[in-house]
T-cell receptor, first 117, second 112 residues
């Protein structure tokens, strides 16, 4: 059973460049989530998908951020015109359509660490 | 906006000692998860609690959910160096709302 995978694991980019990250969820998981984690903080919710539909977006997701899940499987998160404040760990998680004990448990990938210079 | 407070922020103890870390909210959780995170990696799910007063055990780890579903604790017995890591609690606050709200975590160091 493979877990959630994310690519790349690390990305260094110059301010103003565009970057795209990919997340492959656990197979059979229909829900996919993106979070951002800065140093010393817990992860913060960005957005989530049920199949290909984007159901909720955080106010943290500015106009420079866009997420897609075109076929309901993998997802991409793109950041346009990166800023130094975008430097963070970007985490992806997925969950099954069925609840476990009343809750849909979210399983996280290893993250993509973005450094904007 | 729901806030989760975790305490202590940092904890450093000797191998073999017991410890408890806490997670508190002013709002009622619909579910609460505990995760452990290693540096440079994603959080790993340890347990999910849903029912007020629920107690779950995972080897030397005991998780308790408060009766009012506003707080939780994680107790580790006979801590080992492998327990070192960042312990995060995360909760959902509305049934049907999938978003996890995380605390800032407790960074635990077990000294051999």
């Amino acid at each position: 059973d493979t877990g959630v995978s994310q690519n790349p694991r690390h990305k260094i980019t110059k301010r103003g460049q565009n970057v795209t990250f990919r997340c492959d969820p656990i197979s059979e998981h229909n829900r996919l989530y993106w979070y951002r984690q800065t140093l010393g903080q817990g992860p913060e919710f960005l957005t989530y998908f049920q199949n290909e539909a984007q159901l909720e977006k955080s106010r943290l997701l500015s106009d420079r951020f866009s997420a897609e899940r075109p076929k309901g499987s993998f997802s991409t998160l793109e950041i346009q015109r990166t800023e130094q404040g975008d430097s963070a760990m970007y985490l992806c998680a997925s969950s099954h359509r069925r609840k476990t004990g009343g809750s849909r448990e979210q399983y996280f990938g290893p993250g993509t660490r973005l450094t904007v210079t | 906006t729901q806030l989760l407070e975790q305490s202590p922020q940092f904890l450093s103890i000797q191998e073999g000692e017991n410890l408890t870390v806490y997670c508190n909210s002013s709002s009622v959780f619909s579910s609460l998860q505990w995760y452990r995170q290693e540096p440079g990696e994603g959080p790993v799910l340890l347990v999910t609690v849903v029912t007020g007063g629920e107690v779950k055990k995972l080897k030397r780890l005991t998780f308790q959910f408060g009766d009012a579903r506003k707080d939780s604790s994680l107790h580790i017995t006979a801590a080992q160096p492998g327990d070192t890591g960042l312990y995060l609690c995360a909760g959902t606050f509305n049934f049907g709302n999938e978003k996890l709200t995380f605390g800032t975590g407790t960074r635990l160091t077990i000294i051999p």
